[in-house]
């Protein structure tokens, strides 16, 4: 039988998963309809995050969808012979509201700051007419309101949420609290900055040569110790030993972003 755009074949990265997806987006929206769930994408920090956090490998095994989001991703797999595309997650995610704009979708956000939120609330449905934004909350909320507005946004069922918290807080945060609930969830990481025109991507040429790291390090200087983990990602790959990286703070973005 012929494969479709939605069958995934799911490999490993040291010790974690990656699904391999002829078409991630009709991937995703295909798990949508089946109830939804958590997507994770998965790049050489995150996986380096991982090994160093017990807890955020377990998330990322437990996610319905794990695409590979990063170059070292994408050369790890070409090394074990498996051909795949980049599937950035800022694409991913701008499809889906894309897609849900199309289909009623009813959207979260939930992240970044408050200046980045208010202008994300003013865009979006510019670019995507007809989107339904049910719930926008800014990341740097007071510590005792989240439980509240947690709930809230359970109560909501949104067909899509998307989460601009850092990692590992976000996929943390969603796998605690999509369980048992409809719709998409997934974490996608400094996007809400770049819709809102804060930060720009990349230039095209940067991400065919698989140094978009680069330019972001240009952009924010200060992330320079966390690229310290892409060499330690592909040593790891290289001797096929995943050590367990030196000890990394709890999260490797500030709060909110």
């Known amino acids: 039988m012929a494969a479709t755009a939605t069958d995934k074949q799911r490999r490993e990265v040291l010790g974690l998963p990656v699904d391999i997806c ?14 939804g769930g958590q997507l994770v994408t998965l790049n050489a920090e995150m996986t380096m995050t991982a090994l160093a956090q017990p807890e955020l490998g377990r998330v990322i095994r437990q996610a319905e969808l794990v695409i590979p989001d990063g170059a070292g991703v994408v050369w790890a797999l070409g090394r074990q012979g498996v051909r795949v595309r980049r599937s950035p997650g800022i694409e991913l995610a701008h499809n889906l509201l894309a897609h849900g704009a199309r289909q009623g979708w009813r959207v979260a956000l939930v992240g970044a700051s408050p200046q980045v939120m208010e202008e994300l609330v003013k865009r979006l449905p510019q670019l995507h007419p007809g989107l339904q934004l049910v719930l926008a909350l800014h990341g740097f909320q007071p510590a005792e309101v989240w439980p509240e507005l947690e709930r809230q946004l359970q109560e ?33 990481g400094g996007s809400f900055d770049v819709w809102s025109g804060q930060k720009k991507r990349a230039p095209l040429w940067m991400g065919a040569l698989r ?16 690229m310290l983990t892409l060499p330690e990602f592909a040593l790891a790959v290289l001797s096929g030993n995943p050590r367990k990286p030196a000890k990394q703070r709890q999260a490797t973005g500030r709060r909110g972003e």
């Open 22 to 35: 002829p078409d991630i987006l009709a991937a995703a929206i295909e798990l949508h309809g089946r109830g």
């Open 156 to 188: 909501l069922k949104p067909d899509l949420v998307l989460a601009a918290l850092g990692v590992p807080r976000q996929e943390t945060w969603i796998e605690r609290l999509h369980q048992g609930q409809p719709g998409l969830w997934m974490g996608v």
């Open 211 to 226: 140094i978009e790291w680069l330019y972001r390090l240009i952009q924010e200087p200060s992330r320079w110790r966390r």
